[in-house]
């Protein structure tokens, strides 16, 4: 029998790989060979022992599962030599079919095999470069060896890389030589020596130069069976273009010095030149060449081919510096504002100045950072002195960038780009917009605090009891413990008196001192604390003495990641209560309309809160930042400052000043009268704090399009980036989060549970480090796990249907402890739910 076993199980392998080779090769028309009563009819076995061995091969990752009647049975390797371009599960679940893994494969295929120079791929190729792409393949198809083609453009434009993705073109599709070269010539080297020049070109007989005892093959006959290209020909003497014409017209010349020995031409001749096609510099080759093909300029190329060009530039860039690259889209749209005379070739110098003042920050800045972050400030002259364009333009550009989602884009050393458009926009709306990497906002302080203030104000039940009510709630330790802490500093005491605060971090400490009975403490310090550390050296230094005194009296070890919660609590606590009033800044497109709306609310309250910056067609980029950093440095603005905008490119705007100056500024973007007027009033007569004023503004919770498998909150978008990014070392941030989202969604739907950040940020972050345990081989142990299954089995049973997804996506099994961690987090929200749940349709 155990000999017999493995010898069965080879048969019906081998059985599997030839039937999965047969049915790939008929598009699976025929499934027959493929279910487990064609194998054992097929084997001659009995099907309960063939059911047996497909389950043994199953679990032993050689063969897929497709569930459904009939549940059939593939050769993984054989359907990865089949379709090598394509993924597949190692269960395709019931009501998914194998066509739908297999449908986007020549989409796949055809993207993948594109070269990167072809005339396929050129940026506009379907918009303003559609004409000039069909050009040239009509003068690159042309029988024999092609058409001899003129292309013209401004300097900087991309002709030779046309002439390039031409012979690319007529390589790929077989109209050159196998030996055909691409000879380039750069006129404008030959310019003061014409004979030279035409030796160059045509070649020369033994004794035409001095010093020349033998004859030499022209770029022409070097050419033979490819393509010549002379890049400049309008630099060219009178003469040589009186050759060259007749070279086009009969396709014949002449070597210098053999005039009586004519040779033909076998090389398709390309010609460049940055003269208009009515110059009369290049009067006899607008009139000789049979094709001519004028490149379009950047500036009538549309912002959206501009935006492809400058995704192209800094993916080059983050390749070259092997560093994330990470622009906001504000700055993005400076970009995309701003004129390039110098066509393409500007727009490199550009991005390449940008990227280096970046880079040298990176280097020598204080804080501490993954990637490269480009501002503002990294903006050159040229950009910033660029008055800002018509308001049309502005909202053009608007709409392009509003298609992606987050406020961030990421350039990535590795990876190709994709374009992170929101799933329910408009086919029409997006149509040929570039393909751009997505990323998460950064998280910055005063994003903390929001995320904070949200947390604290669900407690509703502090604003009906004293602080004594307060701390009967709690171990006395735990009470005695951050008392002390925070009565050691003026600055921190303020929080003792507000019982939001205070109730908030006690309940925060207190379950995670409870976690620590059944949870193993996670030892390591993420990689984030550093840079808290030295970011918030006080605050850090206070945090490490509150984890002392609750690990002294409480017994329990506190884990290291609980310090950057108390050390953000603390700098927090400071601005949550400060005093003063929040000041504003209006920054509107429109003559006037700035000032008015200050005016009005400044008249309404009678405080001279609110200034205003005019955004008029003559104002530059440099202007606004310098009025909007002199309004900051003000002395009266310690409480902070609140930008009003309406659009881009201001709306990253207050991580700029925040930087620049210090204090802490935010924006609300879009805000209408009432909404403006609001927060105005709440600073003037009840002088509340900038963090307080934000987590009432209606646009702080602003989420995004309904999607299935996308971070669909800003807010937690800037939460995993700056937190969990940091903190992972194998999963990418990004490809976790919206996997482990997916997964999250569809547990919900099955517990009937509502979506909230307060759920996905828990379920994210615990099983994005629970995943990278299990790759690294450290799961974790649960106590008491037969009796929680025994307990739990139902929402066990959901987690495990669910997982699968992430276990395959990822590559990893996920062992039965960490499932129950995870159930851990659900049930708190179903024990809060109502006891009867509708009935499932």
């Not at 199980?9 to 039937?19: H, M, Q, S």
């Not at 064609?38 to 043994?56: I, K, M, Q, W």
């Not at 077989?174 to 035409?198: A, T, Y």
């Not at 092997?322 to 393409?344: E, F, K, N, T």
Request: net charge neutral; with cysteine.
């Amino acid at each position: 029998m155990n000999q017999s076993a493995p010898r069965r199980l080879d048969r019906v392998l081998e059985l599997i790989r030839e039937n999965t080779l047969r049915a790939a090769e008929n598009n699976f028309i025929n499934i027959t060979g493929l279910t487990a009563s064609g194998l054992a009819s097929a084997a001659n076995l009995d099907r309960t022992n063939v059911s047996r061995e497909l389950n043994r091969l199953y679990r032993q990752g050689l063969v897929i599962k497709c569930l459904g009647k009939p549940t059939l049975f593939l050769h993984r390797e054989a359907l990865a030599t089949s379709f090598p371009r394509v993924f597949f599960p190692s269960t395709i679940p019931c009501g998914e079919r194998l066509e739908d893994y297999l449908a986007s494969q020549n989409a796949i295929q055809i993207s993948n095999e594109r070269p990167a120079d072809s005339l396929e791929s050129m940026i506009g190729s379907s918009g303003s470069m559609k004409r000039a792409v069909q050009q040239a393949k009509a003068a690159v198809l042309y029988p024999p060896h092609g058409i001899h083609t003129l292309i013209t453009g401004k300097e900087g434009i991309g002709k030779l890389c046309f002439s390039k993705a031409m012979y690319a073109y007529a390589k790929k599709c077989g109209r050159l030589s196998p030996d055909g070269k691409f000879v380039l010539l750069n006129c404008q080297d030959f310019s003061k020596s014409p004979h030279l020049l035409m030796a160059q070109i045509f070649g020369y007989s033994k004794n035409f130069l001095p010093g020349a005892e033998k004859g030499k093959q022209g770029l022409i006959e070097q050419a033979k069976g490819g393509i010549l290209c002379l890049n400049g020909v309008h630099r060219l003497s009178a003469k040589v273009q009186e050759l060259l014409t007749t070279l086009i017209e009969k396709n014949t010349f002449c070597r210098m010095g053999e005039a009586s020995m004519v040779r033909e031409g076998e090389a398709m001749i390309i010609a460049t030149t940055t003269e208009p096609a009515g110059s009369p510099s290049i009067e006899r080759f607008v009139r000789n060449m049979p094709m001519l093909i004028p490149l379009p300029d950047l500036a009538n190329r549309g912002p959206a081919e501009l935006l492809e060009h400058l995704t192209l530039l800094f993916g080059r860039e983050s390749r070259r510096l092997q560093l994330p690259l990470r622009i906001h889209q504000d700055v993005l749209s400076c970009l995309l504002h701003a004129s390039y005379p110098g066509q393409i070739g500007e727009l490199k110098s550009c991005v390449k100045g940008i990227c280096s003042l970046a880079y040298l920050e990176y280097l020598t800045g204080s804080h501490a950072s993954s990637s490269v972050e480009i501002s503002y400030h990294h903006l050159p002259c040229t950009v910033t002195a660029t008055p800002l364009p018509r308001e049309e333009k502005v909202l053009q550009i608007q709409k392009l960038l509003s298609c992606l989602q987050g406020a961030y884009v990421t350039f990535t050393p590795e990876g190709q780009p994709e374009l992170p458009i929101y799933q329910d926009v408009a086919p029409e709306d997006f149509l040929g917009y570039p393909k751009l990497p997505i990323s998460s906002e950064p998280l910055k302080i005063s994003d903390v605090g929001g995320y904070i203030n949200r947390c604290v104000n669900r407690m509703r039940i502090t604003q009906s009891h004293s602080m004594e009510q307060l701390r009967a709630s709690f171990p006395d330790f735990l009470c005695q413990a951050v008392d002390r802490v925070l009565e050691a500093s003026p600055n921190y005491k303020r929080a003792l008196e507000n019982p939001r605060l205070y109730y908030g971090l006690l309940l925060h400490l207190h379950n995670v001192l409870k976690r620590q009975d059944t949870c193993i403490p996670n030892s390591s310090s993420p990689p984030s604390l550093n840079d808290i550390r030295r970011a918030y050296p006080k605050e850090y230094a206070e945090a490490r003495k509150l984890k002392a005194l609750l690990e002294e009296s409480g017994g329990k070890p506190l884990p290291d990641s609980e310090l950057c919660f108390i050390t953000m609590y603390l700098y927090l606590s400071v601005n949550w209560t400060a005093n003063g009033n929040v000041h504003f800044i209006a920054i509107f497109h429109g003559q006037g309309v700035s000032s008015g709306i200050a005016s009005f609310l400044n008249n309404a309250v009678q405080l001279p809160l609110v200034h205003s910056i005019d955004l008029t067609p003559s104002v530059t980029l440099e202007q606004v930042l310098e009025q909007a950093a002199a309004i900051t440095r003000s002395s009266d603005h310690n409480a902070g400052l609140i930008i009003f905008t309406d659009m881009s490119p201001f709306t990253d705007l207050h991580h700029h000043l925040n930087q620049l100056t210090g204090i802490r500024t935010e924006h609300i973007a879009g805000a209408s009268m009432p909404l403006m007027l609001h927060m105005v009033e709440k600073s003037a007569y009840k002088h509340c704090s900038l963090i307080e004023l934000m987590s009432e503004a209606s646009g702080d919770e602003t989420t995004a399009p309904s999607q299935s498998c996308a971070v669909t909150t800003s807010f937690l978008n800037r939460i995993i980036h700056e937190v969990l990014s940091p903190s992972l070392t194998f999963l990418n941030p990004g490809k976790a989060a919206d996997t482990l989202l997916n997964v999250l969604n569809k547990i919900l739907s099955e517990l009937y549970l509502s979506y909230s950040d307060e759920i996905a940020l828990k379920f994210i972050f615990h099983s994005a480090h629970m995943l990278e345990r299990v790759i690294k081989g450290e799961p974790l142990k649960y106590s008491h796990l037969k009796a929680f299954i025994n307990q739990h089995s139902a929402l066990m049973g959901i987690l495990e249907r669910h997982l699968v997804y992430a276990e395959e996506v990822f590559g990893v099994s996920v062992p039965a402890p960490e499932k129950a961690y995870i159930c851990e987090i659900f049930l708190p929200f179903i024990e809060e739910k109502p006891s009867k749940a509708p009935a499932r349709s």
